[in-house]
């Protein structure tokens, strides 16, 4: 038996119609939604600059030059050096790798451990109990506390940084996770599925998850934002990455002690950051307006 | 009543949780918390003398109960670094953070309120738009680099305010207000971004209700038709102070090293150098506590706004 052609010559002028008429209706759609292009666009570029940085930067991100320190910006170096004689543009461009990376992470890392356990706690009612205590008492304890606590038990690395971030953000999953779940068990084709004699992971898998997918990506792009802060605000305390990896976190907090002298060493990395989290949170604004309106009183 | 005792009985166990958590924190770490303790330069012989004195030797749930007991009675134990009672340490510091929580509250709630209104009332024109602006601006950029922008506009550049540094309010209240300025609008920034989406939020809600067409229809003014309307937006509002209570306390512990003041935020990052962790696990354990009783009290608080809630 031999396939038809999918678009036989006739159709061809339908097809062009039905695309253009569907690009414009993107078009419209996205002129409706400018957070969230700005947002995107915004995240392109400082996602491509730090992937770029081995070519972009100018110089080595942690050569010293004991006789250039803390030089304004300049020529050679455009946004001057910091305390040891660094270039900070090339530093700045390396630094953004370790704050995407970690935002990224932990916004995995906590929206999974938070679907298992929210999950868990609206299937399962003898877990429903104990995670839930387990969830309240977390989020008793203030984000950046728990994170600098954890941080004071472990030696400093990426791993242990991405960690100490992850378990404060878990319980705001788990409660979204939860809330979803008391609502979509009580829905008939979920109802149907089990009256079936559908293993419960399937029925999590098949009718579940995919209906939680909308609000779990707002709510961790919100995650990833504040992933990002967490990570410079631990660095600039000193409890957070090891000096050896350039992040803009570590770079405030060595640019701390000549905030009167050389305030670009402070400056620009923490606009670059704060352009960084600026562009994922209109993603996330954008993403939840145009997904589903009734989100967002919700986050 | 009833009602009063049952929220508060509802409390013990996440207190229970916390405690334990706290406690089991030094044991999550790989390795002899004892070893953690005594830092890299400790011998063998400190460690071992370390481990007795810690009570580490002892099974975990005894370790446990001890602790417990303790805490119950008030004993929050020894700083190893320093060797004076945490109660102590912690009471030397306490008022410099107290003077920036409540004073960066007061600024949030005063500010956050009307331009969550303002918002909600001008929804979708440009009055509305900037609000907004503000508040994704507030919660992107760090709070360290608004507090080091603060600082080099106002301290250094103008000489209006003073650069760092805190002055105890028995030195005169010209002084200390003088230093808390700038730390409490940094703070306050992110605190108001928080609020006033939310004010905006449920204020918007309400006007499209039923009753506000009435009162509108009926003649009333524009300032008593978002009087009526925040009233009944209040419950959501109050929720969200009571929970911006945590962001409060972490945002704290950064302002005070933003500003060189010595409060109890900079004692934590001091105690994590120093692996002092009696100190760390108090101010977990206390501010967790802080954080309960807020909203216990916030709670309790609903009845006054919406008086259908009964038991």
Same mark, same amino acid.
């Given at each position: 038996?031999?396939?038809?052609?999918?678009?036989?010559?006739?159709?061809?002028?339908?097809?062009?119609?039905?695309?253009?008429?569907?690009?414009?209706?993107?078009?419209?759609?996205?002129?409706?939604?400018?957070?969230?292009?700005?947002?995107? @666009? *915004? #995240?392109? %570029?400082? +996602? /491509?600059?730090?992937?770029? &940085?081995?070519?972009?930067?100018?110089?080595?991100?942690?050569? !010293?030059?004991?006789?250039?320190?803390?030089?304004?910006?300049?020529?050679?170096?455009?946004?001057?050096?910091?305390?040891?004689?660094?270039?900070?543009?090339?530093?700045?461009?390396?630094?953004?790798?370790?704050?995407?990376?970690?935002?990224?992470?932990?916004?995995?890392?906590?929206?999974?451990?938070? @679907? *298992? #356990?929210? %999950?868990? +706690? /609206?299937?399962?009612?003898? &877990?429903?109990?104990?995670?839930?205590?387990?969830?309240?008492? !977390?989020?008793?304890?203030?984000?950046?506390?728990?994170?600098?606590?954890?941080?004071?038990?472990?030696?400093?690395?990426?791993?242990?940084?991405?960690?100490?971030?992850?378990?404060?953000?878990?319980?705001?999953?788990?409660?979204?996770?939860?809330?979803?779940?008391?609502?979509?068990?009580?829905?008939?084709?979920?109802?149907?599925?089990? +009256?079936?004699?559908?293993?419960?992971?399937?029925?999590?898998?098949?009718?579940?998850?995919?209906?939680?997918?909308?609000?779990?990506?707002?709510?961790?792009?919100?995650?990833?934002?504040?992933?990002?802060?967490?990570?410079?605000?631990?660095?600039?305390?000193?409890?957070?990455?090891?000096?050896?990896?350039?992040?803009?976190?570590?770079?405030?907090?060595?640019?701390?002690?000549?905030?009167?002298?050389?305030?670009?060493?402070?400056?620009?990395?923490?606009?670059?950051?704060?352009?960084?989290?600026?562009?994922?949170?209109?993603?996330?604004?954008?993403?939840?307006?145009?997904?589903?309106?009734?989100?967002?009183?919700?986050? | 009543?009833?009602?009063?005792?049952?929220?508060?009985?509802?409390?013990?166990?996440?207190?229970?949780?916390?405690?334990?958590?706290?406690?089991?924190?030094?044991?999550?770490?790989?390795?002899?918390?004892?070893?953690?303790?005594?830092?890299?330069?400790?011998?063998?012989?400190?460690?071992?003398?370390?481990?007795?004195?810690?009570?580490?030797?002892?099974?975990?749930?005894?370790?446990?109960?001890?602790?417990?007991?303790?805490?119950?009675?008030?004993?929050?134990?020894?700083?190893?670094?320093?060797?004076?009672?945490?109660?102590?340490?912690?009471?030397?510091?306490?008022?410099?953070?107290?003077?920036?929580?409540?004073?960066?509250?007061?600024?949030?709630?005063?500010?956050?309120?009307?331009?969550?209104?303002?918002?909600?009332?001008?929804?979708?024109?440009?009055?509305?738009?900037?609000?907004?602006?503000?508040?994704?601006?507030?919660?992107?950029?760090?709070?360290?680099?608004?507090?080091?922008?603060?600082?080099?506009?106002?301290?250094?550049?103008?000489?209006?305010?003073?650069?760092?540094?805190?002055?105890?309010?028995?030195?005169?209240?010209?002084?200390?207000?003088?230093?808390?300025?700038?730390?409490?609008?940094?703070?306050?920034?992110?605190?108001?971004?928080?609020?006033?989406?939310?004010?905006?939020?449920?204020?918007?809600?309400?006007?499209?209700?039923?009753?506000?067409?009435?009162?509108?229809?009926?003649?009333?003014?524009?300032?008593?038709?978002?009087?009526?309307?925040?009233?009944?937006?209040?419950?959501?509002?109050?929720?969200?102070?009571?929970?911006?209570?945590?962001?409060?306390?972490?945002?704290?512990?950064?302002?005070?090293?933003?500003?060189?003041?010595?409060?109890?935020?900079?004692?934590?990052?001091?105690?994590?150098?120093?692996?002092?962790?009696?100190?760390?696990?108090?101010?977990?354990?206390?501010?967790?506590?802080?954080?309960?009783?807020?909203?216990?009290?916030?709670?309790?608080?609903?009845?006054?706004?919406?008086?259908?809630?009964?038991?």
């Amino acid at each position: 038996m031999t396939m038809t052609s999918p678009a036989p010559a006739s159709a061809a002028p339908a097809a062009t119609e039905r695309h253009a008429r569907r690009s414009a209706r993107r078009r419209r759609w996205m002129r409706k939604h400018p957070p969230l292009i700005l947002g995107a @666009v *915004l #995240l392109v %570029l400082v +996602a /491509g600059l730090s992937l770029a &940085a081995p070519w972009i930067a100018t110089h080595d991100p942690q050569a !010293l030059d004991p006789l250039a320190r803390l030089a304004p910006p300049s020529a050679a170096h455009p946004f001057g050096t910091d305390a040891l004689g660094r270039d900070l543009f090339s530093r700045v461009m390396w630094g953004g790798r370790a704050s995407l990376v970690v935002g990224l992470t932990v916004a995995v890392l906590a929206t999974s451990a938070g @679907v *298992l #356990l929210g %999950l868990a +706690a /609206g299937f399962v009612r003898r &877990a429903d109990g104990l995670v839930m205590r387990l969830m309240d008492g !977390l989020m008793a304890i203030p984000d950046i506390l728990l994170a600098i606590a954890l941080m004071a038990v472990t030696r400093a690395s990426l791993t242990t940084v991405i960690v100490a971030i992850t378990v404060p953000q878990v319980p705001r999953v788990v409660r979204l996770v939860r809330s979803l779940a008391l609502s979509l068990r009580e829905q008939q084709y979920v109802e149907a599925a089990r +009256a079936l004699g559908t293993r419960l992971p399937v029925i999590l898998w098949r009718h579940v998850l995919p209906n939680m997918v909308t609000p779990l990506v707002v709510q961790a792009t919100f995650i990833a934002a504040t992933a990002m802060l967490t990570e410079a605000l631990l660095s600039f305390l000193g409890v957070g990455l090891p000096p050896q990896i350039p992040s803009w976190g570590t770079m405030m907090a060595d640019g701390r002690n000549f905030v009167a002298v050389a305030f670009h060493a402070v400056l620009f990395p923490g606009l670059f950051l704060a352009a960084t989290v600026l562009s994922v949170n209109l993603v996330g604004d954008g993403l939840r307006d145009a997904l589903d309106p009734r989100l967002s009183r919700q986050l | 009543m009833r009602h009063l005792l049952n929220r508060v009985a509802a409390t013990l166990p996440v207190m229970a949780v916390v405690a334990v958590l706290v406690f089991l924190l030094i044991h999550l770490s790989p390795g002899d918390p004892a070893a953690l303790i005594a830092g890299d330069t400790a011998s063998a012989d400190d460690i071992a003398r370390l481990h007795a004195a810690l009570g580490l030797d002892r099974p975990l749930w005894s370790q446990f109960l001890l602790w417990a007991g303790r805490l119950a009675q008030g004993d929050l134990g020894t700083s190893i670094f320093t060797h004076v009672p945490v109660s102590r340490l912690l009471a030397q510091r306490v008022e410099p953070t107290l003077s920036i929580a409540l004073l960066t509250m007061t600024l949030a709630v005063a500010a956050s309120i009307p331009l969550g209104v303002l918002a909600a009332h001008m929804a979708g024109r440009w009055v509305d738009r900037l609000v907004m602006l503000f508040a994704v601006l507030a919660f992107s950029v760090p709070v360290f680099l608004v507090g080091y922008l603060l600082i080099y506009g106002f301290a250094i550049t103008l000489g209006w305010l003073p650069v760092q540094g805190y002055v105890p309010l028995s030195k005169g209240v010209g002084p200390w207000l003088s230093h808390l300025i700038l730390p409490c609008v940094n703070l306050s920034l992110v605190y108001t971004a928080l609020l006033t989406r939310m004010t905006r939020a449920t204020v918007l809600d309400v006007l499209h209700e039923d009753h506000i067409r009435t009162a509108r229809a009926k003649g009333l003014g524009v300032v008593a038709v978002l009087g009526h309307a925040l009233r009944c937006a209040a419950i959501p509002i109050v929720t969200t102070i009571g929970v911006g209570i945590a962001f409060l306390i972490g945002g704290v512990v950064v302002t005070e090293t933003v500003f060189a003041i010595p409060g109890i935020g900079r004692l934590v990052i001091d105690s994590v150098q120093r692996h002092d962790y009696p100190v760390i696990q108090s101010v977990l354990l206390l501010s967790a506590g802080l954080y309960v009783l807020v909203n216990l009290l916030i709670d309790l608080s609903y009845r006054l706004f919406d008086p259908r809630i009964r038991a």
